[in-house]
Each structure stands twice: as C-alpha cells, then as structure tokens.
C-alpha cells in the first residue's frame, strides 16, 4: 500500500497558506529525562487565535524503542520507531507545553528525533515569563 497528498496549512480564518516554521530540528535523546520542545505562551490578545501544527517524529530504528509525548501533564501516546505525530496546535489555547520523553536514555541507544512547528506567528516568552 503506498498513499501520497498533499495539504494546504492555512493561517486562521483565512486561505492564506501559513508561511513560517521553527525550522526543523534533529535531536539524539541520550536521557529518559522529560523535555519541553514547544513552550506555551503567555495569555495575550497578541498570540490569540493563531494557527499552528506541530510535527514530531520518532527515528529510531529499533521497533522497541519510544518517545512518549505529553500536552502538560496529560501523556496524549507513544510514537514507537518509525512513528510520526502531525496535529493542529495553539499555544494559547492549550495553556501547556509540549513535552517528550525517550524510553531509553544510553548513549549506545539513544534516540533520533525531528520536531518543527509550522505557524503564522509564534512569540517565546521571555526568561521572566
């Protein structure tokens, strides 16, 4: 079986394609330890309404091996080797980060994983926030 599409992303409201990213980031997890890879925002009528997907995958290559990803403290499941996440997301709207965390921390085993967000305009909040 082998499925291909396409999918227009489109800012809020609108058919303006979203034309922004985090960029993509590769990472080696060497630690089971949890880590925040999107930051909620702060409430503001600046960060309101906006649209944004989140796009985590898991590359490792050995089938036991797992990141377990959480929206705050609500673990949302497992994406197992191969596996991939692709879901709409609001900072705001959330009030809670993103997190993953590795089923295997040794560096001999270690995990391999991507993660970007595409968006339409996302502000970090400062060290104070």
């Known amino acids: 079986l082998s499925l291909s599409s396409t999918k227009a992303l489109h800012k809020a409201g609108t058919t303006t394609g979203l034309d922004q990213t985090t960029g993509m980031t590769y990472m080696y997890l060497t630690a089971t330890t949890q880590l925040d890879i999107f930051p909620v925002l702060p409430a503001s009528p600046a960060g309101q309404n906006k649209q944004s997907w989140v796009y985590i995958c898991n590359k490792a290559v050995d089938e036991t091996h797992y990141i377990t990803v959480s929206i705050g403290a609500t673990s949302i499941g497992r994406l197992y080797a191969g596996d991939y996440l692709f879901m709409p997301w609001s900072q705001i ?8 965390a590795p089923s295997t921390g040794a560096a001999s085993t270690g995990i391999n994983v991507e993660y970007t967000c595409i968006h339409e305009g996302l502000t970090y909040p400062t060290s104070g926030d």
Not at 93 to 100: G, S
Request: net charge negative; proline share 0%; glycine share 0%.
């Open 93 to 100: 709207a959330q009030k809670a980060d993103i997190e993953i």
